[in-house]
């Protein structure tokens, strides 16, 4: 599983839960009391932030009267995700190694300058 898979797995289980709260008519607030969660994790945890464990997707379909199964997501739901993901994480990536290889530049002509600095004064 590569990263944009991972990502778009937890944003499909986020949806998930957000749909299923919203069709039990319940705001983040009330669903984050029912299971023991700050509302700000169970935020987290809809945009696919905050990852989970198995016992608190259990808790959490359980409080909203659902099987568990309803909250995963299927391999199309992560895939349609990842489609539209990979662009952005391939355009992140991208991004990143120009900044490294502009610091690396950075870093060399530093490197340069004290060395034709050092042998300048060497000279003198």
Known sequence: MNEATEKSLFLALGNNIKTSRNNARLNQAHLAAMV????TSLVNIEQGKQHPSVFMLWRIADALNIELKELLPGKAQVSAMTS???PVMDSIYIKNDQSFTNIRQFHQNIQDNLAHESQATEGD
């Open 84 to 86: 539209g993901l990979q």
């Open 36 to 39: 023991g969660l700050s509302r």
